[in-house]
C-alpha cells in the first residue's frame, strides 16, 4: 500500500478502540476551558504544595524527562470525568496534584494497570515534547511528578488512571509553565520516523502495524514496556482528544508490534509509540491525517 493509502486507512480507524490482549484504549477530549483549581469543590491548588523531602522523588520516574531544569509549573483542572476531577498544585522541580471522587474526597485507592497505578502523559499544545511518567504518591493522596518542562508556556497533561474497582478514567488540566513559550510547526505526514538509530514504519493496512528496525534489520528483541510489546498514544491537533492503545500478541519479540483500532476520527493527529529495547525506551512519533467522525468523550 502506497504512503498516502496507508495514512488514509489510518485515518478512518484511528479514534475508538475496543479490548485488546493487553487491555483497553482510553479517549479523552474534545479541549474545554479549564476553570482554576481552587474554584472546583476539592482542596485548592496551593493546599498541595509538598517541600521536597530527601531528593526529588519524581527523578527516575519519567521515561522520558530530558536534559535540563525542570521549573515549577502552575497547573488548571481541566474537566470532571466520570465523577473524578484533578487538583493540580506546585511543587519544587515539578507538579503535584490529588485525584479527587464525589463528594471531594481524595481518591487513594488505585488498580495497577501496565504495572503502575497511573500514567501521567504531559506534552505542549503544539504537540511536542511528549513524555509519559510515572509520579509517586504520598500516603495523603498527592502524587508528585517531575516532567521534564524545558520551554514556558502551555502544556497540556493527561491523568490516566482507575480506582480500585472503578472504570478506567482519563483526566486532562492545563499547565502553566515559567519561561519563554516554544512552538514548532506540526512536522509533516510520513510512513517511517527515526529515533535513537532505529527506524519505525507504520502500516495500517490491518489495523495499525509498527515495525522496529535498526541499521536495516529488523529488531526481533523487543523487550517489555509496562507489561506489553509497545505503547500508543494519539492526540488530536484540533482538540488535544486523546487516545492510549495497547497492542494486541505478546509482550515482546518483534519487529513488528500490532494495535487493532476501529472507528473514525476527523483532523490531524500526532501518534507517539513507545517501546524498549536495549534496556532503554524510545518515543517514535508520527503526524496523521485522520478523516470522517467525530471524537467519543469520556
Not at 517531575?146 to 478514567?169: I, S
Not at 528496525?213 to 517489555?224: I, K, N, S, W, Y
Request: charged residues 15%; glycine residues 16%.
Amino acid at each position: 500500500m502506497n504512503t498516502p493509502a496507508r495514512l488514509a486507512a489510518f485515518g478512518a480507524v484511528l479514534a475508538v478502540v475496543f479490548g485488546a490482549a493487553f487491555g483497553v484504549g482510553r479517549l479523552v477530549g474534545p479541549d474545554a476551558v479549564a476553570e482554576p483549581a481552587g474554584d472546583m469543590a476539592h482542596p485548592k491548588a496551593g493546599d498541595m504544595a509538598h517541600p521536597e523531602a530527601g531528593g526529588d522523588p519524581g527523578a527516575g520516574h519519567g521515561d522520558h524527562g530530558g536534559p535540563g531544569a525542570t521549573p515549577t509549573a502552575t497547573g488548571r483542572s481541566g474537566p470532571a470525568a466520570h465523577g473524578y476531577s484533578v487538583a493540580v498544585g506546585p511543587y519544587s522541580g515539578g507538579i503535584s496534584f490529588k485525584i479527587v471522587g464525589a463528594g471531594g474526597r481524595t481518591v487513594t485507592g488505585f488498580e495497577t494497570v501496565h504495572e503502575k497505578p497511573l500514567h501521567l502523559i504531559v506534552v505542549r499544545r503544539d504537540l511536542s515534547g511528549f513524555q509519559h511518567v510515572h509520579p509517586v504518591m504520598d500516603a495523603d493522596g498527592t502524587w508528585r511528578a517531575a516532567p521534564a518542562l524545558p520551554d514556558g508556556g502551555p502544556w497540556r497533561a493527561y491523568f490516566d488512571f482507575t480506582e480500585t474497582g472503578a472504570a478506567a478514567t482519563v483526566l486532562t488540566a492545563d499547565l502553566d509553565v515559567p519561561g519563554a513559550p516554544h512552538s514548532e510547526p506540526l512536522p509533516p505526514p510520513s510512513a517511517s520516523a527515526a529515533i535513537d538509530g532505529y527506524t519505525v514504519r507504520i502500516d495500517t493496512h490491518d489495523g495499525v502495524t509498527l515495525r522496529v528496525e535498526r541499521d536495516g534489520r529488523p529488531v526481533t528483541d523487543l523487550q517489555p514496556y509496562l507489561g506489553a510489546a509497545g505503547h500508543l498514544v494519539a492526540i488530536a491537533e484540533r482538540d488535544l482528544a486523546y487516545l492510549h492503545v495497547h497492542p494486541t500478541g505478546p509482550a515482546g519479540g518483534g519487529p513488528e508490534v500490532r494495535f487493532t483500532v476501529e472507528g473514525a476520527a476527523s483532523g490531524t493527529h500526532r501518534l507517539y509509540f513507545q517501546f524498549q529495547h536495549g534496556g532503554a525506551v524510545h518515543t517514535a512519533e508520527f503526524t496523521v491525517t485522520a478523516i470522517g467522525g467525530g471524537h467519543a468523550h469520556n
